[in-house]
């Protein structure tokens, strides 16, 4: 290193700390708009490709953005249910693949999504130990859970208990982990997976008891030919086993067993708008696209944005203005040193290249530990996507 | 009642922190093609898909002979059903298992689907409670819905329209010379049912268990039922033993036979006999699958039918 570029760095080192403040405050200024650019735009990339990925979410009437987000990340919310029989009632109408999604549960506060093998199929979701869920009782896990609870096929999961006080309420389900999932990168790796009737297990609709002629006397409230009455002391089985699966049943009417909401998957665009307008028309339940419902939603966050890029940039230029007056500050208190550079024969234009050096040098630096924070940033945050 | 603002709320602190991630969608076709192949683990269903579209394109996952009331598929036999194009199931009762197994519903055809509605028999059933909540049972529509000549027909007539679109190398005209033959078996089995009512004329036949009500009703036999429920080896049901003693009490009204769908109790079928005078007959409904080279389920219920007039016949002979 010679002449001027000697000087400037010399400088520079003399005045180590100033220089690294000035570097500090311009990197600082850059990461803030630089990072929030580039996670909007992952997040919105990522946004839409689940929700384009998905053609119709059906559910019960109400709020439209609860409805896709509890069908594409799993985000709890108190949705009205939809029957059983009228997914069963729109497959036979034959224009699309219906899959079920029961959402109201959660197993070390991971998402329980109970839903069937279809589900699987359409994400894309491969084991990458053991099986899918292939009975009630048994869960296959998304990778992060699997990785952040240490479990592998063959393990046990309990369900978090929903009402801890309530005594009337199911128990925790002790589940049998058949599986884990490969990693997608998507909500599907922080989520558990069951079989929907598991769900019904978990909702007290469906359970596992001894048969009514092996219950013990004491337990047995009344007995009639055709009527037993059991006490509510009678305890239910809180895992499914081999030896007790069979006494597994559901109560009531299996018409009205509960879904949170219905994918839909139409063989063609033409059976996805007959379908979303029949459902819609009937105003029992609510079809919707989620790719419009998350531009709808994507369109509020980014008028919003908008401001935040106004704040970044006023930020940029006021931390640009604050660095010009430390540059002129500073070549006024450099004023002898530049006399006797003239001094010494230096051209008039070195004082000028020696300002300009130290400052292109600061920005340089600044702009390299900005963009490195950036991508340190992108690499070290969670996922909030998958969380969303 | 959650609001919209929530959910826009929440996307905003999350876009204004700009904190999110994610890697592209995964790919929708990861598992490979399903086996080009209709699942089936009842006799009815084997019958009806075999028949249809022939041995090759069809998976029997259960071994020959198993009662699905008692079956409890394995892993190998759900992941068998699961990667074939459709599963052909009965439906209702008659496959507690489906309850508890983890099929794909888009691909799962079920046999009572396809039936009139007008068609099915409901019969009641024990009603209990458990503690506080709501009382329920166990009864509901009689599953043995293929032993109704007419409700097997209107199934083929479904199954041969919509399961060849679900195999490739299939074409509807494919099946329609199979359809056709299966019909005529159809007739057949009707003609015995026919030939059953006549020899029956006007006498109760006593069963028990209610999978012989299509076959009764398609007869034109009236049919009475003592729920013995002997099938778990314990003792029989006291409801049904008295129901059985009252249905037999005047042999002027009965054909003289307790047929049961299910096996026969030999001890109690020896103490019937020599108490009430009714002889006890097997009926195969033909609800498991066969083994290779035995009848077919359709056969079995045919020679059931057959051997129960022929029994009715020699117990009026008497």
């Given at each position: 290193m010679r002449g001027i570029a000697y000087l400037a760095w010399r400088h520079a080192s003399a005045h180590r700390g100033r220089t690294l403040l000035l570097v500090g405050c311009i990197a600082l200024a850059l990461w803030v708009p630089w990072t929030a650019g580039a996670l909007a735009r992952l997040y919105d990339a990522d946004l839409r490709a689940r929700a384009s990925s998905t053609p119709l979410v059906i559910g019960a009437p109400g709020n439209r953005y609860d409805l896709t987000l509890a069908a594409l990340y799993f985000r709890p919310s108190e949705l009205e249910t939809v029957t059983y029989a009228e997914m069963e009632r729109l497959q036979r109408e034959g224009r699309a693949t219906f899959v079920p999604m029961h959402l109201r549960f959660t197993a070390r506060g991971a998402p329980i999504v109970a839903t069937s093998v279809e589900y699987a199929e359409f994400r894309g979701l491969v084991p990458r130990e053991g099986t899918d869920p292939l009975r009630i009782g048994e869960v296959t896990l998304g990778a992060g859970v699997a990785d952040a609870l240490g479990l592998g096929a063959g393990d046990r999961l309990y369900s978090d208990p929903t009402e801890l006080y309530d005594i009337s309420r199911p128990p925790a389900l002790k589940m049998r982990v058949a599986g884990v999932y490969a990693r997608t990168g998507t909500a599907d790796d922080d989520a558990v997976f069951c079989d929907v009737r598991t769900a019904w297990v978990l909702e007290g609709i469906a359970h596992g008891h001894q048969s009514t002629d092996q219950i013990e006397d004491d337990l047995v409230l009344s007995r009639t030919d055709e009527s037993v009455s059991v006490s509510g002391a009678l305890i239910e089985y809180a895992e499914v086993t081999p030896e007790n699966e069979a006494s597994f049943h559901y109560h009531g009417d299996s018409s009205i067993l509960p879904l949170s909401a219905i994918l839909a998957l139409p063989e063609s665009q033409k059976d996805g708008t007959i379908l979303k307008s029949g459902v819609n028309a009937r105003r029992t339940h609510q079809a919707v696209t989620p790719s419009a419902v998350v531009d709808d939603l994507l369109g509020v966050v980014f008028r919003i944005k908008a401001f935040f890029d106004l704040v970044g940039a006023f930020l940029v230029a006021t931390t640009a203005a604050l660095v010009a007056l430390v540059f002129l500050l500073s070549s006024r208190l450099r004023a002898p040193e530049m006399r006797t550079l003239d001094r010494i024969g230096a051209p008039r234009r070195a004082a000028l290249g020696l300002v300009g050096l130290e400052v292109a040098g600061v920005l340089i630096l600044a702009t390299a530990a900005a963009g490195g924070a950036t991508a340190l940033t992108l690499a070290l945050l969670p996922d909030l996507v998958a969380t969303f | 009642m959650p609001r919209p603002i929530h959910s826009i709320l929440a996307a905003l602190a999350v876009a204004s922190l700009a904190a999110c991630g994610g890697d592209a969608q995964p790919e929708r076709s990861a598992r490979g093609p399903r086996s080009n192949v209709v699942a089936v683990a009842s006799g009815p269903t084997q019958l009806v898909a075999e028949a249809l579209l022939g041995a090759d394109l069809v998976r029997t996952v259960a071994p020959a002979g198993t009662r699905m009331a008692d079956w409890r598929p394995d892993d190998e036999a759900i992941r068998q059903m699961v990667d074939a194009r459709r599963v052909l199931v009965v439906g209702g009762e008659f496959e507690p298992w489906l309850q508890r197994t983890s099929l794909p519903p888009s691909r799962t055809v079920t046999l009572t689907d396809l039936v009139p509605v007008d068609r099915k028999i409901e019969v009641g059933a024990i009603e209990h409670t458990h503690g506080g909540g709501e009382s329920h049972s166990h009864g509901g529509i009689v599953p043995t819905v293929w032993t109704d000549p007419v409700q097997l027909r209107a199934a083929i007539e479904a199954l041969a329209e919509s399961l060849p679109a679900s195999l490739d190398g299939v074409e509807r005209t494919n099946v329609q010379a199979p359809r056709a033959a299966l019909l005529g078996r159809i007739d057949a089995y009707e003609a015995s049912l026919r030939e059953l009512g006549a020899t029956a004329s006007g006498r109760t036949v006593i069963a028990t268990d209610h999978g012989l009500e299509y076959v009764a009703r398609a007869a034109e036999v009236e049919l009475e039922v003592a729920l013995l429920?002997?099938?778990?080896?314990?003792?029989?049901?006291?409801?049904?033993?008295?129901?059985?003693?009252?249905?037999?009490?005047?042999?002027?009204?009965?054909?003289?036979?307790?047929?049961?769908?299910?096996?026969?109790?030999?001890?109690?079928?020896?103490?019937?006999?020599?108490?009430?005078?009714?002889?006890?007959?097997?009926?195969?409904?033909?609800?498991?699958?066969?083994?290779?080279?035995?009848?077919?389920?359709?056969?079995?219920?045919?020679?059931?039918?057959?051997?129960?007039?022929?029994?009715?016949?020699?117990?009026?002979?008497?």
């Open positions: - | 429920e002997l099938d778990g080896g314990g003792p029989p049901n006291d409801q049904g033993v008295r129901d059985l003693e009252r249905l037999a009490k005047d042999p002027s009204s009965h054909a003289g036979v307790l047929v049961w769908p299910g096996a026969i109790d030999a001890a109690f079928a020896e103490r019937v006999q020599e108490q009430l005078g009714l002889v006890s007959v097997h009926f195969d409904l033909g609800g498991e699958v066969d083994g290779p080279g035995s009848s077919d389920a359709l056969e079995r219920l045919t020679a059931s039918v057959d051997a129960l007039r022929e029994a009715i016949q020699e117990s009026r002979s008497r």
